[in-house]
């Protein structure tokens, strides 16, 4: 049974650092489309970073290049967000995502990331 686990979230201060993890079970990652999303209260999730199947392009959303870095541990089955210079508009819960295709598709449970000011 496929399964992705999600930890690392908490509440740190404007300009700290979180790593977020994810470790996937019942798939193999490097075959998958890997993503990092977050949702804001009231807000649609939206896409973070992320990478295609094999090692692709790595994509980030333009509220966190410079900042933020997805990194994939394929021996691990294992993909990570390090999050620096967090801004309390980071604030939300932030998901992990495979993707094989339009149809095939898992997420991990949300982790909550709270930035205060």
């Known amino acids: 049974q496929a399964q992705l686990v999600v930890s690392g979230g908490g509440v740190v201060q404007s300009g700290g650092t979180l790593r977020l993890s994810c470790v996937a079970s019942g798939f193999t990652i490097s075959s998958y489309a890997m993503s990092w999303y977050r949702q804001a209260p009231g807000r649609e999730r939206k896409l973070v970073a992320g990478i295609s199947s094999l090692g692709g392009s790595m994509n980030y959303a333009d509220a966190v290049k410079g900042r933020f870095t997805f990194s994939r541990d394929d021996a691990n089955n294992t993909v990570y967000l390090q999050m620096n210079s967090l801004k309390p508009e980071d604030t939300a819960v932030y998901y992990c995502?495979?993707?094989?295709?339009?149809?095939?598709?898992?997420w991990g449970q949300g982790t909550q990331v709270t930035v205060s000011s």
């Open positions: 995502n495979a993707r094989l295709s339009l149809t095939r598709s898992y």
